[in-house]
């Protein structure tokens, strides 16, 4: 089955600075990675998704990038922000559902991200 | 939007109570929700696909008879913990599928419930 690891577990940066979290999944059929923010006591909440067929993407000051060929893919935000402090969770497709039109999918072990005022 | 009650938001109980924690979807109609498993510190380990109207689709090494799911309609899924003990307190959490046209749609989740089986 698909297998994901995500680097680092626990990351500080000052405010302002860029943020890089790593992930890596073992099965090439894996084609959906979507990144999840969850703020302490709330739920999971979609930040941004990639697709195979594209090697990034960005919204405003978060941005993802995808190597297939290494299947690893990363969640840059820049100018970090007090507010971005939260854990971040990467994910990878296992198979797609067709009754609910949407990807089952495996997660990594979350990133604990710090911004310090 | 697309919004997604949990509840309870924790119990406490004792060993061999069996546990049911209610998933809603509120403003929309899901086919299909997702139950996942969130040990401290872990990630979300999916457990098993509800869909309205029929069996649960319960992934490898999650036992059916452990974690009963039921979806008897199209905004309501419940997942029970029959005979829990301590080795299932553990943080619970489901997601909701709004359905769409075309593409991937993606996972709603709800906030989850944190079970503690003394």
């Known amino acids: 089955g698909e297998n994901v690891e995500q680097h680092p577990s626990t990351l500080s940066v000052q405010e302002g600075d860029s943020a890089v979290i790593k992930c890596t999944y073992s099965d090439s059929a894996s084609n959906y990675f979507p990144w999840y923010k969850q703020e302490l006591g709330k739920r999971p909440q979609l930040i941004i998704d990639?697709?195979?067929?594209?090697g990034e993407k960005k919204d405003q000051r978060i941005a993802v990038t995808l190597n297939k060929t290494a299947k690893h893919f990363s969640l840059h935000i820049t100018e970090t922000q007090p507010e971005d402090s939260a854990v971040y969770f990467c994910a990878a497709s296992i198979r797609w559902d067709s009754g609910a039109g949407s990807y089952q999918l495996t997660f990594g072990k979350g990133t604990k991200l710090s911004v310090i005022p | 939007g697309a919004v997604v009650s949990q509840h309870p938001s924790w119990v406490i109980c004792k060993s061999g109570t069996s546990v049911k924690i209610e998933c809603r979807s509120l403003d929309f109609q899901a086919t299909t929700m997702f139950w996942y498993r969130q040990f401290p510190k872990q990630s979300l380990m999916l457990m098993a696909t509800s869909n309205e109207g029929s069996k649960a689709t319960y992934e490898q090494g999650v036992e059916k008879d452990k974690f009963l799911i039921n979806h008897a309609s199209l905004t309501l899924s419940t997942l029970t913990v029959t005979s829990a003990h301590p080795e299932d307190s553990s943080f619970y959490i489901c997601?909701?599928?709004?359905?769409?046209?075309?593409?991937?749609?993606?996972?709603?989740f709800g906030d989850g419930t944190r079970l503690s089986i003394l």
């Open positions: 997601s909701a599928v709004k359905p769409g046209q075309g593409g991937n749609q993606p996972q709603h």
């Open positions: 990639i697709r195979s067929n594209v």
